[in-house]
T-cell receptor, first 114, second 110 residues
C-alpha cells in the first residue's frame, strides 16, 4: 500500500517564476492538505481540498492556489515566486471532510527560489 | 489564530533515560493534540495523539498528557533508544487547521 507520494522531490526556480507541485494521497484517503515548512520551523497550513474544492485556507496569499482531481490527487501552484517561498512543501492526506486527524504526510518537495 | 509554543528546542539524553517535551497553546477551543516525529529527509509521522476529553494516553514507551486548564500538553518518551533521535513536533487543532510548534531536536547518546 503506497503512502503519500509527492513530486518532484527537489526543484530550483528563480524569482518571478511559477511552480506546480504534485501529490497522490494514501490509498483510500479523499482529503488533501498542503503545508509549508521553512528550515528549522514546524509546518504551516496552506489549504485543504475535499471533493475537488478548497475547504479551508491558512494565512497565505492568493499566489498560492491548488487543485484536486477526481482521483483525489492534488496540485499546489505558486505564482510570482519570492525568495521567501523557499521551503519544504508537504502534502498530507486523510479521510473525511475537514479532518486533520491521523494525517499521513509525504516526504515533501524541497523548493529553492534563487 | 492558534499559537503553539514548544520547549526545549534541543534535547540530548543518554540511551535508556527519559525525554520530556512540553507545549503550550493559546486557544481554549483547540480539541485535538497530535505529536509528530520527523526524520531527516522524510515527512512528519504521527506517533501519538490525544483529544481534549482525555487527560493522558500511553502507547508502549510513549505517553502524552494534557492539562486543559493550563493549556499545555507534554510528550514523554521512556527508555530512549538511538532510533528515537529525530525532530518532534507538537500540534494543536482548532476547526480544520493544525498549528505546529517549532520542533524539538532529540538526540539519544549511546
Amino acid at each position: 500500500d503506497a503512502g503519500v507520494t509527492q513530486s518532484p522531490t527537489h526543484l530550483i526556480k528563480t524569482r518571478g517564476q511559477q511552480v506546480t507541485l504534485r501529490c497522490s494521497p494514501k490509498s483510500g484517503h479523499d482529503t488533501v492538505s498542503w503545508y509549508q515548512q521553512a528550515l528549522g520551523q514546524g509546518p504551516q497550513f496552506i489549504f485543504q481540498y475535499y471533493e475537488e474544492e478548497e475547504r479551508q485556507r491558512g494565512n497565505f496569499p492568493d499566489r498560492f492556489s491548488g487543485h484536486q482531481f477526481p482521483n483525489y490527487s492534488s496540485e499546489l501552484n505558486v505564482n510570482a515566486l519570492l525568495l521567501g517561498d523557499s521551503a519544504l512543501y508537504l502534502c498530507a492526506s486523510s479521510l473525511g471532510l475537514g479532518t486533520n486527524e491521523k494525517l499521513f504526510f509525504g516526504s515533501g518537495t524541497q523548493l529553492s527560489v534563487l | 489564530g492558534e499559537n503553539v509554543e514548544q520547549h526545549p528546542s534541543t534535547l540530548s539524553v543518554q540511551e535508556g533515560d527519559s525525554a520530556v517535551i512540553k507545549c503550550t497553546y493559546s486557544d481554549s477551543a483547540s480539541n485535538y493534540f497530535p505529536w509528530y516525529k520527523q526524520e531527516l529527509g522524510k515527512g512528519p509521522q504521527l506517533i501519538i495523539d490525544i483529544r481534549s476529553n482525555v487527560g493522558e494516553k500511553k502507547d508502549q514507551r510513549i505517553a502524552v498528557t494534557l492539562n486543559k486548564t493550563a493549556k499545555h500538553f507534554s510528550l514523554h518518551i521512556t527508555e530512549t533508544q538511538p532510533e528515537d533521535s529525530a525532530v518532534y513536533f507538537c500540534a494543536a487543532s482548532i476547526e480544520y487547521k493544525l498549528s505546529f510548534g517549532a520542533g524539538t531536536t532529540v538526540t539519544v547518546r549511546a
